[in-house]
């Protein structure tokens, strides 16, 4: 199978790096229906997407890397990330 690459949402500190601008609110019904955001209101799912970034990253490129400190969120929309 072809490595396509990632694309992710990201929050936090790594949310600023060659990143777009915020979603918006057409991106509330997405994020509503990722369980871990399910069950909050859509008030708070309107606040998480204005603060998310869209972001992709190459085939086989490094995302997180083992002993870094964890301060950025990803979901990952398209794609797959591997150990």
Known sequence: MAKVGV???VLGPRAT?????????????V???IPLFAPL???????????ARPRRFAP????????ERGETFYV????????
């Open 60 to 67: 086989s490129s490094a995302i997180v890397r083992k002993g």
């Open 76 to 83: 990952i929309l398209d794609g797959e990330a591997t150990l």
């Open 31 to 33: 994020l509503r229906d």
């Open 7 to 9: 694309e992710a949402l």
């Open 41 to 51: 209101s859509k008030r708070h799912v309107k606040r998480i997407a204005n603060l």
């Open 17 to 29: 790096d060659r990143t777009g601008g915020p979603l918006g609110p057409e991106w509330v019904d």
